[in-house]
């Protein structure tokens, strides 16, 4: 059982930056490939961004590429979300998630999840 928490700076500028974390319980912490969504209101959760559980390959969603970057620190059991030139569509809750490949939860979505976080609201004034 994996269990994960969001946190960090929920408000940002247009044009600024934002940092999240997501803390993660459970020693099979460095055995997941770690990612996150985001949900807008009104709209399906889509895949942002995605590491491998060694911390060697990523990928990206078509919407943040070049603006966003994930990272993991295995020892902390922590996984972190860096998103530049934040744009007023970049508003939503973001959510952490755990699964089983990094490349299946880029290219099959929410189905290849296996554990999930509560979400963060993030918002961004223009």
């Known amino acids: 059982q994996v269990q994960l928490a969001e946190s960090g700076t929920g408000l940002g500028q247009a044009g600024g930056s934002l940092r999240l974390s997501c803390a993660t319980s459970?020693?099979?912490?460095?055995?997941?490939?770690m990612g996150w969504f985001r949900q807008a209101p009104g709209k399906e959760r889509e895949f942002v961004v995605a590491i491998s559980w060694d911390g060697i390959t990523t990928y990206y969603g078509d919407s943040v590429k070049g603006r966003v970057t994930i990272s993991r620190d295995n020892a902390k059991n922590t996984v972190y979300l860096q998103m530049n030139n934040l744009k007023p569509e970049d508003a939503a809750i973001y959510y952490c998630?755990?699964?089983?490949?990094?490349?299946?939860?880029?290219?099959?979505?929410?189905?290849?999840?296996?554990?999930w976080g509560k979400g963060t609201l993030v918002t961004v004034s223009s």
């Open positions: 459970g020693r099979a912490f460095r055995t997941y490939a």
């Open positions: 998630a755990a699964g089983a490949a990094a490349q299946l939860m880029s290219e099959k979505g929410v189905t290849y999840v296996d554990y």
